[in-house]
């Protein structure tokens, strides 16, 4: 309902009638006071009081503390509750990161601490709601070794989707994926930082009404690591019904370790960081300053890039989520999924600019082989290094095909008897950190650059007013999917182009500021018949 300005006098007498009549009754007596209206930066959860940020376009509320610090005797532990508190806690302010390596980190560890397990909710403002609104968690990205939820400003999203978006922290690293044999009964080790997310969801289902959000409807959401985890959580039995959709972005959801492996190397880890005896190694470990830790165990290789992350094979995920999803112990949810279109020249250009590698024509079928094993000579004869300008193009584009884009079609196949959208984010002039741009090579659509266009990150990082529609786009989309589990219902998607499921005909919804549009050929552009084809 839209209001107009009413003129001074008429305001002034309408404003005596509603005092008269507040102050007195029939019978002449004065009436009670009328109780001052709920404070919107006041908010009361299960574990107390917390007071937030609120703006004009948002509401924020930082730092709550989903579990227990994991700290001590719950280091390598499945989350406990949080302990309760007196008073009113103050949530203005971001809680640090979890422990993650130095490497690269801007930071130089400022800011990381073990008692990390928090999350923040960002609303859109306070105003009228028909009803409860839909909500979104959100699962960060960082190959399971970094990152944070305070990275991803959410408010646009919620403002303009008007939805309730979730970001958390999760154990890392060692700390969150260690999986050595003396750390709890057979197969219940590792996975400490799926459990983490796990926690997150239930608070949520527990808390978000107090905060104007809908528990029956959540959509589970990440990118890349996040988008792994995703798929973890649509095959883990502990994640059942916790959430009613989800969204897999650029998700590697086949980098997972099994269990054997990830002990081995976990058994190595704690040698190579004094705890040598496995019969002494539970109590060694957990007495290590936390900064000991910081460096992550390794269980999972994309070419010269590595991942910690969660095991397979153990009571908490018994089966491999690609193997699983779509069968009858998977979570069957409406899914939103899709990938960039040129996912792995991020990853090229970072060993480029951190590592100083530079590639030469006679190092392709070294990294081939690296990548894919005994297949590499039948990758190299798909992906001739004469069909690209230089080497960092042509193995990005069979990495990008064999990981990300190919692994997100087999998945959106394995579950498209549910309602199942795919996209590819593919524009390549999306806007890039600065040390990208003086690559030798472009990295167009890399993994990632869509965040820019979904929330506040990258300053520094302004979109052009066509990428700033397809921003907007994109928002309306995710926005409806998460309210309606279709991303055709939003108002805001007035006079955008129709959304088709991918179905039969593996339809897929390609972003672009030239006009976004639905597509038939992502399979072929991406050669998904060959790669189904490899042992």
């Known amino acids: 309902m839209r209001f107009t300005r009413l003129p001074a006098c008429l305001t002034a007498c309408l404003t005596a009638v509603v005092l008269l009549a507040g102050c007195v009754r029939s019978d002449g007596q004065s009436a009670p006071a009328a109780s001052p209206p709920p404070d919107p930066a006041v908010v009361q959860t299960t574990s107390g009081t917390v007071r937030g940020v ?12 989903y579990a227990a610090p994991p700290v001590g005797p719950l280091r390598f532990a ?4 949080p302990a309760p508190w007196p008073g009113v806690r103050e949530a203005t302010a971001f809680g640090p990161r979890c422990m993650q390596s130095l490497d690269g980190d801007i930071e130089l560890g400022r800011q990381t601490d073990e008692d990390c397990l928090s999350l923040n909710v960002w609303t859109p403002p306070v105003q009228p ?3 409860p609104r ?9 190959a399971f070794v ?14 303009r989707g008007d939805i309730i978006v979730v970001t958390l922290n999760y154990r890392l690293g060692a700390l969150g994926f260690l999986a050595h044999p003396a750390l709890g009964p057979p197969g219940q080790v590792g996975n400490y930082g799926l459990a983490d997310q796990q926690a997150a969801l239930r608070w949520v289902r527990d808390n978000i009404a107090a905060f104007g959000g809908d528990p029956d409807r959540v959509t589970v959401a990440g990118e890349s690591a996040g988008g792994m985890s995703v798929c973890d959580h649509l095959v883990s039995p502990g994640s059942r019904g916790l959430f009613s959709a989800a969204i897999i972005q650029s998700g590697p959801c086949t980098a997972q370790a099994a269990l054997p492996v990830a002990q081995d190397r976990s058994l190595a880890y704690a040698a190579d960081h004094g705890c040598p005896d496995p019969a002494t190694a539970a109590r060694c470990l957990r007495e290590l300053p936390a900064d000991r830790l910081r460096d992550p165990v390794w269980f999972y290789g994309i070419g010269d890039d590595q991942l910690s992350g969660p095991v397979t094979g153990s009571a908490a995920l018994p089966a491999d989520p690609v193997a699983a999803i779509g069968g009858p112990d998977a979570q069957r949810v409406p899914v939103l999924i899709g990938t960039t279109r040129d996912e792995f020249t991020l990853f090229v250009g970072l060993q480029y600019l951190r590592e100083g590698k530079r590639y030469a024509p006679a190092d392709y079928p070294r990294l081939l082989t690296t990548a894919f094993g005994p297949n590499a000579r039948a990758v190299e004869e798909r992906y001739p290094l004469s069909s690209y300008p230089d080497v960092p193009l042509a193995y990005s584009a069979a990495v990008t095909d064999a990981v990300f884009s190919c692994v997100g079609d087999r998945l959106a196949r394995a579950v498209r008897d549910d309602p199942v959208y795919f996209y590819e984010f593919d524009d390549r002039a999306a806007p890039a950190p600065e040390p990208l741009k003086t690559l030798p090579f472009p990295v167009g659509a890399s993994h990632s650059l869509e965040l820019r266009y979904l929330f506040d990150v990258g300053p520094g990082l302004p979109l052009t007013p066509a990428q700033q529609k397809l921003a907007d ?9 998460v309210k309606t ?6 108002p805001n998607t007035d006079g955008q182009p129709q959304w088709d499921e991918f179905g039969d005909g593996n339809r897929v ?15 072929a552009t991406h050669q998904c018949d060959f790669w189904d084809g490899l042992p």
């Open 54 to 65: 609120v703006a004009p376009d948002h509401r924020l509320f930082a730092d709550l503390p």
């Open 129 to 131: 709601s028909a009803q």
């Open 134 to 142: 839909a909500v979104m968690v959100w699962i960060h990205g960082g």
């Open 509 to 523: 919804m390609s972003l672009r500021t030239d006009g976004s549009r639905m597509s038939g050929d992502f399979r």
């Open 473 to 481: 786009q994109m928002i309306d989309y995710w926005a409806s999917f």
């Open 146 to 159: 970094n990152g944070s939820g305070r990275i991803y400003d959410a408010r646009r999203l919620a403002a």
């Open 485 to 490: 589990q279709t991303p055709n219902e939003s």
């Open 78 to 81: 499945d989350p406990q509750p």
